[in-house]
Nanobody
Framework: QVQLVESGGGLVQAGGSLRLSCAASGRTFRDYTVGWFRQAPGKEREFVSTIRRSGGGLYYADSVKGRFTISRDNAKNTVYLQMNSLKPEDTAVYYC???????????????????WGQGTQVTVSS
């Protein structure tokens, strides 16, 4: 069992930055690939980024590429999502999730993930 807790969300103006954290407890965190997803009201949950167990194999959705950076610190059992140049369309609840797979095409689907956090709200004002 892995427990995930997101933090760092909030209200920011367009062009601003936020850093989200995903803190894990439970089974060995370094055994899991971690992904970030987001869900806006009335929309499906959308893939944002993923990072493999070792910290390599970074992958981003086209909508955030060049603006968001994912990283992990296995010693602290934490994954980060640095979000820069935020846009109003980035407004959503952001979730982190843990998966046993490392196949990138699979990791873009919510169904690939076994454990989820409760989410943190990010609101970007124009």
């Amino acid at each position: 069992q892995v427990q995930l807790v997101e933090s760092g969300g909030g209200l920011v103006q367009a062009g601003g930055s936020l850093r989200l954290s995903c803190a894990a407890s439970g089974r060995t965190f370094r055994d899991y690939t971690v992904g970030w997803f987001r869900q806006a009201p009335g929309k499906e949950r959308e893939f944002v980024s993923t990072i493999r167990r070792s910290g390599g194999g970074l992958y981003y959705a086209d909508s955030v590429k060049g603006r968001f950076t994912i990283s992990r610190d296995n010693a602290k059992n934490t994954v980060y999502l640095q979000m820069n140049s935020l846009k109003p369309e980035d407004t959503a609840v952001y979730y982190c999730a843990a998966s046993r797979t490392e196949i990138i095409t699979t990791l873009q689907r919510p169904s690939a993930y076994h454990y989820w956090g409760q989410g943190t709200q990010v609101t970007v004002s124009s």
